[in-house]
């Protein structure tokens, strides 16, 4: 597994729970749980890694420290 920060917060609109992983861009998913929606995004990064690593991509390293919000 690996240890990038994760976001998760409920959408009004979608009325679905929102994952996002910010240190890799377009990697989000959603779910009707937060355990769902923390389940499929983990899937989603290791989908991402997989697939960069088959192109030969560059995978960023987690930074290990939380992200500053604005």
Do not use: C
């Amino acid at each position: 597994m690996h240890k990038y920060e994760i976001i998760i917060y409920w959408s009004e609109e979608d009325q679905v729970f929102v994952a996002e992983v910010p240190e890799l861009p377009g990697s989000s998913s959603h779910g009707d749980s937060h355990d769902a929606a923390l389940e499929n995004v983990n899937e989603a990064v290791e989908l991402r890694i997989e697939t960069a690593r088959e192109f030969g991509t560059h995978i960023p390293e987690p930074k290990g420290e939380r992200l500053m919000l604005a």
